[in-house]
């Protein structure tokens, strides 16, 4: 199973190269999951689950890891949404968006979330490229 990088190493990359993330659009009962999150960028805001691939991850690998890691739950296969690029002070990202089926698990936080809910529509204080990528996708 592909590592995570230490902290050191992602500071050093994150200032000199981009990233490919993945973000999922989780749907159950025609809501989607958000996590409101703890930890910078963005703390304080609502986002897609979603993450980095590791090197030598498979994009289904990746999926499946950030729903289990970030939420605790398991989803149905993934299509893929869009395709968006955000270039900030903080990082550059490519960022590849797929949705997918909520299957079954409780919902758990994880170390970057206050806490994860479904929603109907997308609350105001979303981190603004999920905002964009939820109204690609059709998402209310």
Known sequence: MPKKIPQNVYDVLRKNAPFCDIDIIIKKDNKFLLGKRIIKPYKGYW????????????IATTLTRIANDECSIK???????TLYEEITKYRHSIGLAFTARYVKGDLK??????KLQWFRYVPKKTILHHKKVLKFANTK
Request: proline letters at 4%.
């Open 109 to 114: 936080n994880d170390a970057q979330h206050s």
């Open 47 to 58: 986002s897609l689950p979603g993450g980095r691939v590791r090197r030598g991850e498979k």
């Open 75 to 81: 989803i149905g296969k993934a299509k893929f949404v």
